[in-house]
T-cell receptor
Framework: RKEVEQDPGPFNVPEGATVAFNCTYS??????FFWYRQDCRKEPKLLMSVYSSGNEDGRFTAQLNRASQYISLLIRDSKLSDSATYLC????????????FGKGTRLHILP | NAGVTQTPKFRVLKTGQSMTLLCAQD?????MYWYRQDPGMGLRLIHY???????AKGEVPDGYNVSRLKKQNFLLGLESAAPSQTSVYFC???????????FGPGTRLTVL
């Protein structure tokens, strides 16, 4: 199993729809989790942190499932401006101090 | 605040040439990172630093060297560039390893 896996997509979703994607991780010692957004030819930017209790920010909801070792991102009422690549990040804060970025999921919102 | 800045933004090198990429941050962050991003490969960590004067190898360190002489600067060096090092290089910083990373705008490097 790869350390961090994401469906590369692309997800082609009509404007206004709800879309969700997951990110699975293999290291059960992983302690912190994030979703980043990356626009074409730009740097990644933090979208939201993922807490054990879940996290909601407007139309975006992130959740952590430790038992099944995955994090999820839900986008409601999608906008054209949500088109981007979404990267999950998993930090394993053990002696290896590993920071692993997923390869990203491409999202296209269709008008 | 400028956040994280990178110099240069673009560069074309010939095989065997050397160059240094400069990253600067004004957020007083302890941790700094160098990544490369290639199509289909995602972001891969080259080297990182947990504080001034320290460096550590990441996932793909071969062919690169780094230095962190000042807390705000993290330099990435290519001693003898190879075409396989054609990539987009991102620098990032964070307060702690567990915290959000702030990225620079990237350097697009082409090695001919």
């Amino acid at each position: 199993r790869k350390e961090v896996e994401q469906d590369p997509g692309p997800f082609n979703v009509p404007e206004g729809a709800t879309v969700a994607f997951n990110c699975t991780y293999s290291n059960s010692a992983s302690q912190s989790f994030f979703w980043y957004r990356q626009d074409c030819r730009k740097e990644p930017k933090l979208l939201m942190s993922v807490y054990s209790s879940g996290n909601e920010d407007g139309r975006f909801t992130a959740q952590l499932n430790r038992a099944s070792q995955y994090i999820s991102l839900l986008i409601r009422d999608s906008k054209l401006s949500d088109s981007a690549t979404y990267l999950c990040v998993v930090n394993a804060l053990n002696r290896d101090d590993k920071i692993i970025f997923g390869k990203g999921t491409r999202l296209h919102i269709l008008p | 605040n400028a956040g994280v800045t990178q110099t240069p933004k673009f560069r074309v090198l010939k095989t065997g040439q050397s160059m240094t990429l400069l990253c600067a941050q004004d957020m007083n962050h302890e941790y700094m990172y160098w990544y490369r991003q290639d199509p289909g490969m995602g972001l891969r960590l080259i080297h990182y630093s947990v504080g001034e004067g320290t460096t550590a190898k990441g996932e793909v360190p071969d062919g690169y060297n780094v230095s962190r002489l000042k807390k705000q600067n993290f330099l990435l060096g290519l001693e003898s560039a190879a075409p396989s090092q054609t990539s987009v290089y991102f620098c990032a910083s964070s307060y702690l390893l567990a915290n959000e990373q702030f990225f620079g705008p990237g350097t697009r490097l082409t090695v001919l």
